[in-house]
């Protein structure tokens, strides 16, 4: 089934661990996108890829690297894991550039203690 | 700088009667307008979109939207609600941008409960 897969589902970390969430994209789909999800604040962009070899800063990047070596494929990574990305983070793609929807994975929930 | 404003945290609707989630948005030039749905532990669903044209816009699961761009307003209506219409419903606005780029602002979600 075509869609977007995340990796892990879930995980526990302990501060200041290096973690890195995993998504892929079997809808070769040009851009690419990570979000995170807490309470009360929506959906918040992390950041952002328009094409393999391209990424691009969210609203809150702080604390987060991304890459995108391929088409499929965009992981993210915490250098040195804090408390406060304790949420859910989901990841997202769309056809291209200009007003496409969105697709999103099923999401990882990550508790940084 | 472009924001959506959902009011209300939380709509309870008897099931059979009409609902309404309420979606306000601030942004430059015209806009591009999303709606979501979410159920409890998956990702995000596409429900509707407005572009451009007609300023009601139908979609998934027999919802519809209303462009009203005099109020800045962008409310998701069904006319007969279901108890699995129960979720956390999401509005986003895409502005556009030289990039191309039309990444998606959200709301902070409204909860939908539908009461058998």
């Known amino acids: 089934i075509a869609g977007i897969t995340q990796a892990p589902t879930s995980q526990i970390l302990a501060a200041g661990r290096r973690m890195t969430l995993r998504c892929t994209q079997d809808?070769?789909?040009?851009?690419m996108y990570w979000y995170r999800q807490d309470l009360g604040l929506g959906l918040r962009l992390i950041h952002y890829?328009?094409?393999?070899?391209?990424?691009g800063k969210g609203e809150v990047p702080d604390g987060y690297s991304v890459s995108r070596a391929n088409t499929d494929d965009f992981p993210l990574t915490l250098a040195s894991a804090v408390p406060s990305q304790t949420s859910v983070y989901f990841c997202?793609?769309?056809?291209?550039?200009?007003?496409?929807?969105?697709?999103f994975g099923p999401g990882t929930r990550l508790t940084v203690t | 700088a472009q924001s959506v404003a959902q009011p209300e945290d939380q709509v309870n609707v008897a099931e059979g009667n009409p609902l309404t989630v309420k979606c306000t948005y601030s942004?430059?030039?015209?806009?591009?307008l999303f709606w979501y749905v979410q159920y409890p532990n998956r990702g995000l669903q596409f429900l509707l979109k407005?572009?451009?044209?007609?300023?009601l816009v139908k979609g998934s699961y027999g919802f519809e939207a209303e462009f009203n761009k005099s109020q800045t307003s962008f409310h998701l209506k069904k006319p007969s609600a279901l108890v699995s219409d129960s979720a956390l419903y999401f509005c986003?606005?895409?502005?556009?941008?030289?990039?191309?780029?039309?990444?998606?602002?959200f709301g902070t979600g409204t909860r939908l409960t539908v009461i058998p």
């Open positions: 809808m070769r789909h040009n851009a």
């Open positions: 890829s328009n094409t393999a070899g391209t990424t």
């Open positions: 942004v430059s030039g015209n806009p591009y």
């Open positions: 407005y572009i451009t044209g007609d300023n």
């Open positions: 986003a606005v895409s502005p556009w941008d030289q990039t191309g780029a039309n990444n998606l602002f």
């Open positions: 997202a793609s769309k056809r291209g550039q200009g007003p496409y929807e969105q697709y």
